[in-house]
């Protein structure tokens, strides 16, 4: 007995000794994408330092840490083999059916040692915004209807806008105590062959742990669903993508290019309580993502959004009921254009411009942010190559303030992205700085130069808040 307690005595500190240690994790967030392939895809790079005195060849571990402290194997590398060294190099690639909130860690291991890096999945910004709901403004009858009740968000610890979005109590669903929760976009704007849609969701009970997503088809006439799991108790994020969309009829081809989607909800399950349980929803962006989803990332200029105020498609419905404002509203004149779009017209004071009426009931306008930037695509026939974007805030019609980039150096005769970043700048007569809170009511594209001959058409205007 003695003999076995002195070699375990002698053997411990030669394994401590003999450890491995890992340290100086690193992600490349820069090659980290999220694939069209699965609920939660990742994959990426990440490097490392590993020391070790006996120079093993080491078994490295590599784990995704979600929001809720779920620990989520490599799918693909769960081990591999290294020796001591630094700046090791370990692709990863994790797929989970599992809404990972806002941002993760991913762990490293090697032997007993691990060490932790943040990891976040980048997205470029999407090839389309198809539509959106930031919960914040009650919009007029034509845009959008909401089944639940608007919340004050101060009162919902985690959300950093002004409102969300919760269940009325007692819906009953398949002849059960359930609830719901959701938006109708209207007038049904257009799909793609790939559709995904961010959102942002609070569940306070205990006994679910999944819920259904589920959007309209319009041109199927159809429902299209999917299970997903959930995080409880604290604000998580989840990115879906609708090509796992099952039909309700058990027949139907998917969303795709050109078909029109309408309802969006939230489905909670029985057992439900009402006293109890609460679904939250905020920050709805459905998109098309570009198609190379790896080289998009290493390439672009601009990530995903963190929350969306409006988008100005022109695509589907009318301009006075869901486009207001003054320009001509097309699908002519130019080729390469999503469905239709806004043509510049004449404007008194001279040159041409577009102004966008961003209508909302209790509200006239959408909210700012302290970080506000407009994307929207642009083609013009011109001598001149320089263009104002202008935000209005009427304040109540008491003082008008206006916000203006100037954008210079235009391309021509061809459509373009073009962003303009009203975060730092001031009003054209007031030292203001536009801050969250602050009302755009209008947005106006100006080409002051422009003569009775040019041309300028503008489409998919989002105005956003960067992340």
């Known amino acids: 007995m003695q003999k076995i307690i002195f070699i375990i005595l002698v053997f411990v500190p030669l394994l401590f000794a003999r450890a491995p240690v890992v340290s100086n994790v690193h992600v490349n967030q820069s090659d980290i994408s999220s694939d069209s392939g699965a609920i939660c895809t990742w994959q990426g790079m990440v490097t490392f330092d590993v020391q070790d005195t006996a120079i093993d060849t080491l078994y490295i571990s590599t784990l995704l840490s979600a929001a809720a402290g779920i620990y989520v194997p490599d799918s693909l590398w769960g081990d591999i083999k290294t020796i001591a060294g630094t700046n090791k190099t370990v692709y990863f690639r994790f797929t989970n059916a599992s809404s990972f909130g806002a941002g993760c860690s991913l762990r490293v291991t090697a032997g007993d040692s691990a060490c932790d890096a943040f990891c976040e999945p980048l997205q470029p910004f999407p090839r389309r915004v198809i539509t959106y709901e930031d919960m914040e403004v009650r919009h007029n009858m034509y845009c959008w209807g909401i089944f639940g009740s608007h919340y004050w968000g101060k009162e919902v610890p985690g959300t950093f806008n002004r409102r969300t979005l919760y269940n009325e109590p007692g819906w009953r669903v398949r002849g059960t105590v359930s609830a719901a929760v959701g938006n109708n976009a209207c007038p049904g704007p257009r799909c793609e062959n790939i559709n995904r849609m961010f959102f942002m969701y609070r569940y306070t009970g205990t006994r679910l742990n999944t819920m259904t997503v589920q959007m309209y088809n319009m041109d199927e006439a159809d429902n299209y669903h999917m299970t997903v799991p959930i995080i409880k108790g604290q604000w998580a994020s989840m990115t879906v993508d609708w090509k796992n969309g099952v039909p309700n009829s058990g027949g139907g081809d998917g969303f795709q290019a050109g078909e029109r989607m309408d309802e969006i909800t939230l489905y909670m399950g029985y057992p439900w309580d009402n006293a109890t349980d609460t679904i939250f929803l ?8 570009e198609a190379d989803s790896v080289n998009a990332v290493r390439n672009m200029v601009e990530p995903m959004p963190r929350r969306v105020g409006y988008i100005g498609s022109f695509e589907t419905g009318t301009k006075a009921e869901h486009w207001p404002g003054e320009y001509e509203l097309t699908q002519t004149g130019v080729s390469g254009a999503y469905y239709a779009f806004a043509r510049a017209i004449a404007n008194p004071l001279g040159g041409k411009y577009v102004k966008l009426d961003l209508q909302g009931v209790e509200y006239h306008g959408r909210y700012a942010s302290n970080q506000t930037r407009l994307m929207f695509r642009y083609f013009i026939k011109s001598a001149s190559k320089e263009m104002k974007i202008q935000f209005i805030d009427s304040l109540n019609t008491v003082l008008t303030l206006t916000y203006q980039v ?9 459509w373009q992205w073009a962003m303009a970043d009203f975060t730092n700048n001031a009003t054209e007569s007031h030292n203001f700085q536009i801050k969250a809170g602050a009302s755009v009511d209008y947005i ?15 489409d998919e205007v989002t105005l956003y808040e960067p992340r």
Request: no cysteine; aromatic share 12%; hydrophobic share 45%.
């Open 282 to 289: 905020d920050n709805i962006i459905l998109y098309a993502p």
């Open 406 to 414: 100037i954008l210079n150096n235009l391309a021509s005769e061809q």
């Open 444 to 458: 106006v594209f100006k080409m002051d130069d422009a003569q009775e001959g040019d041309e300028f058409y503008v």
